[in-house]
């Protein structure tokens, strides 16, 4: 893996179109990227206190403890599962999360496994961090779901020493349920693959409950952000639960990459733990767009449109009007002011017939989008 793997992101390209667009004077309706907004008055309060009051400086460098407590916590109320606060350590984002992690389990050059479609910075992180990827495609057949036999005839062919899974995914919005993520934690504990299982999207499952790897195994490494159920996206903070044994060394890299998370994003994001009932309340409006989204988008033909389990995004066969998503998607966004992610962004080699639609926005606009997509689609 060299450098010359990095891509641009294109959800982040062609936001930043959007914006140009928008600059102009055009209106632009964004169904590009994964960020919800809005924030619950008491963590405001929080953060504003925060600010006229604290000391705002370096925290520890694997986060305030308060925080790690709440956060250890958390892993008891919604898992029933017992976690030293000890192992929790406040990340800026789970991006950072990524890079510790990888840095704390892997050596230079160490292959590690990811689903194709898949979230694009996987990729990039890993090719930065001198790291190489194995892709394991996911097919729509299977719900866009792994499975332990994928893992395995994907290790047979090149080993590999760490897979990384998002359930909810991202872009296909596939979930596992508890037996699933169970048997492939499992199948990675049989091949010695450490596992990293990436649960962003917690708290955004419209179809069961979320299941974390610790219910199955204290040895996964978690990552975890405050961007998408939270909608923090701006604040940079997530947080990671790691096996006893990389915890001394992930702190001893963050203490010098990173120093610490920002101190008063980690009073936000503790107030913003006890404001479930507003989040719940977010959640239930994506799920109004899910289903708006999802017949809108059936009806205007695209294939594969039936609704995602989880996350806000649907993930969707663009055939019936083009082999190239990446043109497409521009000139959506240019003749419609509609911007939507082409499918490239998540995978290299079958994305050309998709694009991802988030609807992690409000209902307006998605309506909206349907109707100038139906114009531009005429
Ligand atoms: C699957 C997945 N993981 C991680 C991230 C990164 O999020 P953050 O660094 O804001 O926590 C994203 C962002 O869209 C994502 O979709």
């Not at 925080?67 to 030293?84: I, P, S, T």
């Not at 409950?209 to 961007?227: H, Y």
């Not at 309340?281 to 899910?290: I, K, L, S, V």
């Amino acid at each position: 893996m060299t450098l010359e793997m990095i891509r641009p992101f294109y959800a982040m390209e062609i936001l930043g179109r959007a914006q140009a667009r928008e600059a102009e004077g055009h209106a632009v309706c964004h169904l590009e990227i994964g960020e919800p907004g809005g924030m619950p008055a008491p963590a405001v309060r929080a953060a504003v206190k925060d600010c006229i009051e604290g000391p705002m400086g370096y925290t520890s460098a694997k986060g305030m403890r308060p925080l790690r407590e709440r956060l250890a916590r958390y892993y008891d109320e919604r898992h029933g599962v017992a976690v030293d606060p000890e192992r929790v350590v406040v990340t800026m984002g789970s991006s950072s999360g990524f890079i510790l992690s990888f840095l704390g389990a892997f050596a230079p050059g160490a292959r590690i496994a990811v689903t194709r479609p898949g979230y694009p910075a996987y990729r990039n992180i890993l090719a930065s961090l001198n790291m190489q990827v194995a892709e394991i495609p996911v097919r729509p057949e299977a719900g866009w779901k792994l499975t332990p036999a994928d893992i395995e005839a994907a290790h047979a062919r090149a080993p590999f020493e760490g897979l990384l899974l998002a359930s909810p995914a991202n872009p296909t919005g596939a979930v596992l349920d508890a037996d699933e993520l169970a048997a492939i934690i499992a199948c990675c504990e049989r091949l010695g693959v450490r596992f990293i299982s990436d649960e962003i999207y917690h708290g955004l499952n419209y179809t069961g409950r979320d299941v974390s790897a610790l219910e199955t195994s204290a040895s996964p490494i978690i990552v975890n952000s405050f961007s998408k159920y939270y909608c923090m996206t701006g604040w940079r903070i997530g947080w990671l639960v790691l096996p006893e044994d990389l915890v001394r060394q992930v702190e001893m890299m963050a203490q010098s990459l990173f120093i610490s998370a920002s101190s008063v994003s980690q009073v936000a994001a503790l107030a913003a733990l006890e404001e479930r009932a507003y989040y719940d309340g977010r959640r239930d409006g994506y799920a109004e767009n899910r289903l708006l989204l999802a017949r809108g988008l059936e009806r205007l033909g695209f294939l594969g449109a039936g609704p995602s389990n989880g996350a806000f995004y649907a993930y969707v066969d663009a055939s019936p009007f083009t082999n190239d998503t990446m043109d497409f998607c521009i000139r959506m966004l240019e003749e419609a002011g509609v911007a939507a992610t082409p499918g490239a962004d998540f995978d290299r080699t079958d994305g050309h017939n998709y694009v991802r639609f988030s609807y992690a926005g409000t209902c307006e606009t998605i309506n909206e989008a349907l109707g100038r997509m139906e114009r531009f689609l005429a």
